[in-house]
């Protein structure tokens, strides 16, 4: 088992930045890909980055450019730092681990681990 606990949510304006935090304790070794996925009101969660552990990176359209994701390489920490925040950035984002050894992406289904969320809010 692996537990996910995120921080580092909160408010801030338009074009600001914020960076979360995602705290990663159990069999950590068991995972391959960590990512942060966020979810706003009346809308599906989707995928936002990703992270595999040789170090590639994915994002959504929507973020890319804006936000960065990092892990240590002991898995134990994730990172999201988002600079430029738009309004629209608004939503709880979720910390997830896969266990999977295969290529997994910004697929919310092949992730077994997920934290309990951490709200951000952007202002106009």
């Known amino acids: 088992q692996v537990q996910l606990v995120e921080s580092g949510g909160g408010s801030v304006q338009a074009g600001g930045s914020l960076r979360l935090s995602c705290a990663a304790s159990g069999n950590t070794v068991s995972t391959s890909t960590m990512g942060w996925f966020r979810q706003a009101p009346g809308k599906e969660r989707e995928g936002v980055a990703a992270?595999?552990?040789?170090?590639?990176?994915v994002y959504a359209a929507s973020v890319k450019g804006r936000f960065t994701v990092s892990r240590t390489n002991t898995k134990n920490f994730l990172y999201l730092q988002m600079n430029s925040l738009k309004a629209e950035d608004t939503a709880v984002y979720y910390c997830a681990a896969s266990s999977r050894r295969s290529w997994v992406g910004l697929r919310a289904d092949y992730y077994n681990y997920w934290g309990q969320g951490t709200q951000v809010t952007v202002s106009l």
């Open positions: 992270i595999v552990a040789d170090g590639s990176t």
